[in-house]
Structures are given as structure tokens and as C-alpha cells.
């Protein structure tokens, strides 16, 4: 969940967690695994430090983490160890152009991803993440509206609940966008946005911005 171009490793080197890295799966996907809409093999697509991915295997999926920071796929990995959570397992990805998956996994959950890269690369994304995905798969996307951060603070290009169904239903077949709230962690920095007057916290820690969750499937044949 950050802004398109940036240095990713930058980002998970520093000493505090990135905005985004809150610690635990978002919640609008936490509630998806509770409710029993993940199945089959699991594809983390654009992991981090992989929370939601270590959820999973903690309740036995077998799943795989894929980003383009080798920092967090690092951290990922050491996590995983450190845990004994053999069914989690992390590499490396140009996420708009990677291969090796293809028709592999039984469900793709994007968290915060989808937002977050170029407009230029988003079809090429969208693309790989068909390519990987078995026949029935089912997608999860957890993307922001469009401006969640208001006028005067940059960061990524959102959506309307259109644009994100249109870009996505170039490969796949969506079947429903609704509004949803993304998490992050409450770390004021100047200009950021934790910093600007009325922002909503939900007071564990966390600021709450708004966005979309949109629930996809790739058809059986074709």
C-alpha cells in the first residue's frame, strides 16, 4: 500500500515497519479466510513481510509469497523458519512479469498491491496473476479508492468501484466490488497521511483509509 516508482527494498529496510506491514493480515482478507472462501493452493500476491501469507499456513494452506523486494522476501522467509511453517514459501517477483505458477494456484489474494503499481503495468499484472491461476481460481483484491489520502498528500493512484471492476475483468470474470477499509500503521510522518487532521483510527494502532474489495473468478474453460 504505497505510492507507484518507489525504492521497495528502501522501504522494508528501514527501522520501523512500512505504513502498510500493520502485523497481521488486513482485515476485509482475514475475514475472507474465516469465512472459507480460500481454497486449494494460495498465491500472496505482492507478500511483504507476509503476514497474511504466515496466517494461511498457520491454518494449513499451502501457499506462496511473491514480491519484488528481496528484502521482504527475506524477512518473509526468516519468519517462516522461525515459526516451522513448511507450508509457506517466498521468491522474488517482477509481479507483472513473472512465470513457473502457471494454472497453479486455487486461490490469488492481492493486499494492497494492485493500487500500488504503475497504470502502465497494471494489465501486465493483472495478465501474470491469470496466467498463475488454476482454472475456477478465485481473486481477491484489496485496493484503495480513488485519492484515499485526500488532495494534499501523494500516493497512489486508486480506483472507483468501475475502474477496478474494469481492470481486472479484462482476464477474469468479477463478480462483485464492494466498499472496504484498509489498515495502516499510525506513524505520523510530515506530509504523511497519519498526520492529516481528521484521519479515522480505530484506536489499536492503526489508521483506517477506504477502498474497495473486489471478488473475482477465472473461468473453467478458455
Not at 493480515?25 to 472462501?37: D, F, I, Y
Not at 493486499?111 to 496466467?131: C, E, F, N, T
Not at 484515499?148 to 466490488?177: K, Q
Amino acid at each position: 500500500m504505497t505510492q507507484p516508482q518507489m525504492d521497495w527494498d528502501d522501504a522494508y529496510r528501514q527501522d520501523t515497519p512500512p505504513p502498510w506491514s500493520i502485523g497481521a493480515p488486513q482485515p476485509e482478507l482475514a475475514r475472507l479466510v474465516e469465512q472459507g472462501k480460500v481454497r486449494g493452493e494460495v498465491l500472496d500476491s505482492g507478500c511483504g513481510h507476509a503476514a497474511l501469507s504466515l496466517a494461511l499456513a498457520e491454518r494449513g494452506y499451502t501457499v506462496v509469497g511473491l514480491d519484488a523486494s528481496a528484502t521482504a522476501v527475506a524477512a518473509a522467509a526468516a519468519t517462516a523458519a522461525e515459526r516451522g511453517l513448511t507450508t509457506a514459501s517466498f521468491a522474488q517477483a517482477d509481479m507483472t512479469d513473472f512465470g513457473g505458477y502457471d494454472g497453479r494456484f486455487g486461490t490469488v489474494m492481492d493486499s494492497g498491491l494492485l493500487h500500488a503499481l504503475p497504470i502502465d503495468g497494471r494489465q501486465a499484472y493483472v495478465r501474470a496473476i491469470h496466467r498463475a491461476a488454476a482454472p475456477g481460481a478465485g481473486l481477491f483484491i484489496l485496493a484503495f479508492a480513488t485519492r484515499p489520502f485526500g488532495g494534499a498528500v501523494p500516493g497512489p493512484t486508486g480506483f472507483t468501484a468501475d475502474e477496478l471492476r474494469e481492470t481486472v475483468a479484462t482476464c477474469w470474470t468479477v463478480d462483485d466490488v464492494r466498499p472496504a477499509t484498509l489498515y495502516g500503521n499510525d506513524t505520523p510522518a510530515a506530509g504523511g497521511p497519519a498526520s492529516l487532521p481528521g484521519v479515522e483510527r480505530d484506536g489499536a494502532g492503526h489508521i483506517m483509509m477506504p477502498g474497495f474489495l473486489l471478488s473475482a473468478h477465472k473461468e473453467t474453460v478458455g
